[in-house]
């Protein structure tokens, strides 16, 4: 980078420090988000992690940097404080995977089952749902509930992880899936062991189940994080999107990391850049509301979840 770059780019976080201040917010960013953007957030984390710091925050503006989901899921927790998202159009293709009209149908079909709905789905989603799950809880929210049949949605791949895990249970996936993780294939796999022999394997179970099967940890992004820490290895394979290595190196510099084949990048998480949380700040832009009639149903599934765990 030249030195004219680097200091328009110095000078934007001074500015976007300053406007935070001025608003009294608070920024949280997730572990996909652009190095840059990391470094600028009071909190980084996953989704649910990151929803439940500002719960307990006594700011009442969050700046979410993420997608809007994840915005949602904050609000959903806090009603009364303002939750923006930078970027209007940072979305998740994996949550847009099931309607609310599918869902009915589906509830319909099995009307004995209880619906498991992952965090990564709209807050309409949640509030038709009987409880959400994190990516780290689903397997243990499956398992407890009770119900012996499942509609399990919207990923396919964690919901062949849950599947597998708990195979007593009757479960009906959907057919959505993260495009990001579903790259990686089981031929970047056998490379990456046969070019780092002593290196540890982590895959999110958002990857396809063969993947799932020859990994060494199937973890979700925080579970990531504890792994590289507790265990001994020098050298772990990621299969996850891209940035979350940054956060990886960050916390283990001692260790090493490579991604699983060829980065993958989440698009809609590089939506937020420098400029467009400057503009969110400056503006005061995107305000997240939601229907207080949904707001009180998808709170609930998401409050049930924390029986199950
Ligand atoms: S990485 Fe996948 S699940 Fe996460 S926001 Fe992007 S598309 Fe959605």
Redesign the pocket.
Known sequence: MDTASLEGKTALKEKILALKNRLKAVILTHN?QIPEIQELADFCGDSLELAKISKGLKEKVIVFCG?KFMAETAKILSPRKRVFLPVLGAG????DTITPLELIELKNKYPDAWVVSYV?TSAEIKSLSDVCCTSSNAVSVVKNVPADRIIFIPDKNLGAWVKKNVPEKEITTHSGF????EQFSLNDLKRARELYPPAKIMVHP?CRSELQDAADFVVSTSGMLKAAKKSSADIFIIGT?KDMIYRLEKENPEKKFYSLGNTRA?I??KKTTLDELYKALLKERYEITIDKSIIDKADRALKEMIKYV
């Open positions: 996909y997608v998740c293709p994996l949550a990564n993260c495009y990001v993780h958002e999107e989440c809609d998480m």
